[in-house]
């Protein structure tokens, strides 16, 4: 029998005052003392989760052992660098901008993307803009398929259903940007001798939405256990500006602009937070159901998916696989 007598939305919220204490204080036991770093480093995308990084290391630090990186490139949505040069000024911290374009270029990731693109839309160029969107899990059920959203030059719109090869063509295509975003943070934090600050919340860090070895990849994660609505609740605790509290989450890896509701998580961030929370709590579909205002099949739906993303969230976190066990001296 569950331990809350009754599911409410009210059960995610925090108290921001002991929460940030609690991990604020684990900030500096793990890079003061476990890894003897003097620092940190953030990718800054002006986004909400970063943004609450930022912060939650410089009250844990201080600003002048916090890095904040902007890692801007030719998809980046034109906000997200004058939302990164906001966060830098709010949070009196050091900042480095590195333009990566140059870098994607030479790896062929516009040019490779593009060929996968160009399966499904054969008229596709190089001055078109993009994107890949999967339709709501509320209204289509279990059976889901990318398509590619495309504008050309003169406005025009066009929508295709991915193949597979178009499908993963374009998404490892576009991990390179995530990849190459994570080797500057490592250089950067290499040369500082700092740590890696990840940015993920629960969400993205429980259902798989991120790139292995590329924003998958940190020294902390100091929100990973947090909801997205309970994010927004400290970033208004911390008093980030209220340009990057109203931001909707992106995933600033599209030339066309993109939530990140129709890229991965398919319905409101709000609701999928509640539906996997009250799901880990032992709470029925049909109780689930009366709090989120949604039926109890959409709800099963919902629940079928997230079991589906965690399978694909097991390969994204385990490590490197040994062919026999080596033991490790500490």
Same mark, same amino acid.
């Given at each position: 029998m569950n331990a809350i007598s009754s599911f409410s939305a009210d059960l995610l919220k925090l108290d921001c005052a002991l929460e940030t204490e609690r991990i604020t204080t684990a900030?500096?036991?793990?890079?003061?003392?476990?890894?003897?770093?003097?620092?940190?480093?953030?990718?800054?995308? =002006?986004?909400?989760?970063?943004?609450?990084?930022? /912060?939650?290391?410089?009250?844990? *630090? #201080?600003?002048?052992? +916090?890095? =904040?990186?902007?890692?801007?490139?030719?998809?980046? /949505?034109?906000?997200?660098?004058? *939302? #990164?040069?906001?966060? +830098?000024?709010?949070?009196?911290?050091?900042?480095?901008?590195?333009?990566?374009?140059?870098?994607?270029?030479s790896l062929g990731c516009y040019e490779r993307r593009d060929d996968a693109i160009r399966i499904v839309i054969p008229e596709y160029g190089p001055d078109w803009k993009s994107k890949i969107v999967l339709p709501s899990i509320l209204e289509n059920g279990k059976y889901r398929l990318f398509s590619v959203v495309a504008e050309s030059p003169d406005g025009s719109r066009f929508k295709a259903r991915t193949t597979l090869d178009a499908y993963l063509g374009i998404v490892a295509a576009t991990n390179f940007k995530q990849r190459v975003r994570k080797m500057l943070e490592y250089y950067h934090a290499d040369r500082l001798n700092f740590a890696v600050a990840g940015t993920p919340n629960r969400l993205e860090y429980e259902l798989g939405f991120f790139v292995k070895l590329g924003d998958g990849a940190a020294d902390i994660k100091p929100i990973a256990h947090l909801y997205k609505s309970q994010v927004y609740q400290l970033a208004e605790f911390l008093e980030l500006p209220e340009a990057i509290c109203s931001r909707p989450p992106t995933t600033d890896t599209y030339s066309l602009a993109q939530t990140q509701e129709e890229f991965y998580f398919s319905m409101p961030l709000k609701t999928l937070d509640l539906i996997l929370f009250g799901s880990e709590q032992g709470f029925s579909a049909s109780e689930i159901a009366r709090e989120?205002?949604?039926?109890?099949?959409?709800?099963?739906?919902?629940?079928?998916?997230?079991?589906?993303?965690?399978?694909?969230?097991?390969?994204?976190?385990?490590?490197?696989?040994?062919?026999?066990?080596?033991a490790l001296a500490h």
């Open positions: 900030i500096r036991e793990k890079v003061w003392r476990s890894f003897r770093k003097k620092g940190v480093v953030v990718a800054l995308s =002006g986004g909400i989760d970063s943004s609450v990084v930022g /912060a939650l290391a410089v009250k844990a *630090l #201080g600003p002048e052992r +916090v890095l =904040g990186l902007l890692l801007p490139e030719r998809d980046s /949505a034109p906000e997200t660098f004058s *939302l #990164g040069r906001l966060i +830098v000024r709010h949070l009196g911290i050091k900042s480095v901008q590195e333009e990566i374009t140059g870098i994607l270029e989120v205002s949604l039926t109890v099949p959409q709800v099963e739906h919902v629940l079928d998916d997230i079991k589906a993303k965690r399978r694909v969230a097991q390969y994204l976190h385990a490590p490197p696989a040994t062919m026999n066990e080596v």
